[in-house]
């Protein structure tokens, strides 16, 4: 939804939302069938094809008036992220809450979205975001991002401001909050003021400008085959497809392609928004702002726009497609033990951090020094390292191998425990931004005596929920 539209960007150069330019009509569109339409209005996910793999996927079958899962989902609240852009970056004017009245599930099925105006005129919505940041097309596959979902109900004067979306943005945008467009955002699914037709949109580069024309991206729009997209369920759909030279973007509505975006079209900001760890989805319903206003050629909402239209959404699911492994798939066996079995590992090794046994929030990625580290590191992570030995004589001081995309004012303590992650800390040392998430530097951090044989834990501590650091490898020295 997001990032794009039709103003300046603000001044903490958020994505701000686009698409006045958006509205010249596709006239060339493809309509090539990937995939068999269902019509009910609570389908299951729909079992991959032959060739296919589910990634992730919620079916949004919870009890009605229940939030959507935390372990899948994040709730936004407010009018920006910490220290983000006011208005979310795009001049929308409503107030995201947790409220089950802006978003729940509906008993039947189906996960409710549903903005609200008080009795003093002021809009409530909610936007949501998945907890996984890596979905990623397989090196040589194809990633396809997903979701079945009938737009808000309203049409003409009463829907004006209604900005509904599904999109997905660039890991390293959260924590950090000023990189946008650079770190890229695939609008699966937009619409604006209750008009049957939706809009598939490419942010990337710089702004203003750039390769993607920003504010206002590289965009197609088409309207919803058979039933208009207000009044039905239709299926969203975009495909990354890294099985071809140039790479392909592609955006589907029910099958029909009508939208597509080459490598070569963005050129060398291509690595920019396709090297880093992944994507994470998200779907709202905005109120007013740049690209409903751009559209309606006024401020919106209005007087007459009405209260409680909710968007539906059925599923959400990502699947993949050939290639090597799939960076977004959980690994299929633990990492290697840190020990070898029924032996120890040196505490004065170099213990590679993704050698854990045991964690808690950890994500693996891969690293830019070779091998892998362990990322998204947040307040209340942990990894557990078995047998470790420190011998008779007790290390001096630990450390470890970081690196952090933070944002300003993001930072926290790598912490050092032994037998149980809310144990006594032994040592500690802090981290912040250090460049870039694969900006990599060792940090040295003073240690209690310990020996012998000991399980050890790093447990992460910070004083914001945002991810503040990256672990390569760490060791103790005497």
């Known amino acids: 939804m997001n990032t794009t539209r039709i103003v300046r960007p603000d001044s903490a150069g958020r994505p701000t939302r686009r698409r006045l330019a958006l509205l010249v009509a596709a006239s060339t569109l493809l309509a090539t069938v990937v995939s068999t339409v269902t019509v009910t209005a609570n389908a299951a996910i729909p079992p991959p094809p032959s060739g296919w793999s589910l990634v992730w996927g919620d079916d949004f079958t919870g009890v009605a008036n229940t939030l959507p899962s935390s372990a899948n989902w994040i709730i936004d609240t407010g009018t920006s992220y910490p220290g983000g852009p006011p208005n979310w970056g795009t001049g929308e004017i409503q107030t995201y809450t947790n409220s089950t009245a802006n978003v729940s599930h509906d008993g039947n099925g189906n996960l409710r979205i549903t903005p609200i105006r008080n009795g003093s005129g002021q809009w409530t919505s909610s936007r949501i975001e998945t907890v996984r940041t890596n979905f990623k097309a397989p090196a040589g596959g194809v990633l396809a991002i997903e979701g079945r979902i009938q737009m808000p109900n309203v049409t003409g004067a009463e829907a004006a401001g209604y900005w509904p979306a599904f999109w997905a943005l660039g890991a390293p945008y959260r924590g950090n909050y000023q990189n946008w467009p650079g770190i890229g955002e695939f609008d699966v699914m937009e619409n604006v003021n209750g008009i049957n037709s939706v809009w598939g949109v490419l942010h990337c580069g710089v702004a203003p400008g750039g390769p993607c024309n920003e504010f206002n991206g590289i965009g197609a729009q088409r309207a919803c085959p058979g039933s208009t997209c207000q009044s039905a369920f239709h299926t969203y759909r975009f495909e990354w497809d890294a099985s071809v030279s140039p790479q392909q973007l592609r955006w589907y509505v029910d099958g029909q392609h009508y939208h597509t975006v080459t490598q070569s079209q963005v050129g060398s900001y291509w690595s920019q928004m396709t090297d880093h760890a992944g994507y994470f989805l998200l779907l709202n319903v905005a109120m007013g702002g740049a690209f409903p206003n751009g559209v309606a050629g006024g401020t919106t909402p209005t007087a007459a726009t009405v209260s409680g239209r909710p968007m539906l959404v059925d599923y959400v699911a990502v699947y993949s497609r050939g290639g090597g492994t799939n960076p ?151």
């Open 328 to 478: 977004t798939d959980p690994p299929t066996t633990p990492p290697p033990t840190t020990p070898p079995p029924g032996g120890t590992v040196s505490a004065y090794s170099t213990i590679q951090a993704e050698a854990y046994n045991g964690q808690q929030g950890v994500g693996v990625e891969a690293c830019s020094e070779g091998g892998q580290n362990i990322g998204w590191l947040a307040n209340g992570d942990w990894v557990r390292y078995d047998r470790v030995d420190f011998g008779s004589t007790p290390p001096r001081d630990f450390v470890g191998r970081v690196a952090s995309g933070a944002g300003g004012g993001v930072s926290g303590l790598v912490q050092v425990r032994v037998d149980s992650p809310t144990g006594p800390v032994l040592g500690s040392f802090a981290v912040g931004n250090t460049g870039g998430w694969q900006s990599w530097q060792s940090i040295p951090g003073n240690v209690s005596a310990v020996t012998g044989v000991r399980t050890v834990y790093l447990t992460f501590s910070s004083g914001q929920p945002a991810d503040f650091a990256n672990l390569n490898w760490f060791t103790f020295r005497r």
